[in-house]
């Protein structure tokens, strides 16, 4: 059982930042590709990105050469660092475990945090 927590969510103006981080359980942090999901409202859960356990990663289109996942093993935790925001990022982002081979689906996931809401005016 992994258990994730999702933090740093909040209003920000367009144009600003804001970095996410989760928090996970377990000892086993540095063998699980981590991915980053968001959900606005009236809409799918969609893909953000994926950081995955050799540290390369891959962004959606929409977010490519904005946001940034990181992530530090010794602190069981990977950061999303978000640039640029526009108000079309509004959404609740997740953090989940990625399970299966492809990356791009939530069904994909095992284990999800409880989300964050971060929330662009403009």
């Known amino acids: 059982q992994v258990q994730l927590v999702e933090s740093g969510g909040g209003l920000v103006q367009a144009g600003g930042s804001l970095r996410l981080s989760c928090a996970a359980s377990g000892r086993t942090f540095s063998s699980y590709a981590m991915g980053w999901f968001r959900q606005a409202p009236g809409k799918e859960r969609a893909f953000v990105g994926i950081s995955r356990t050799g540290g390369s990663t891959n962004y959606a289109d929409s977010v490519k050469g904005r946001f940034t996942i990181s992530r530090d093993n010794a602190k069981n935790t990977v950061y999303l660092q978000m640039n640029s925001l526009k108000p079309e990022d509004t959404a609740v982002y997740y953090c989940?475990?990625?399970?299966?081979?492809?990356?791009?689906?939530?069904?994909?996931?095992?284990?999800w945090g409880q989300g964050t809401q971060v929330t662009v005016s403009s």
């Open positions: 989940a475990v990625l399970r299966g081979s492809n990356f791009y689906y939530p069904k994909n996931y095992d284990y």
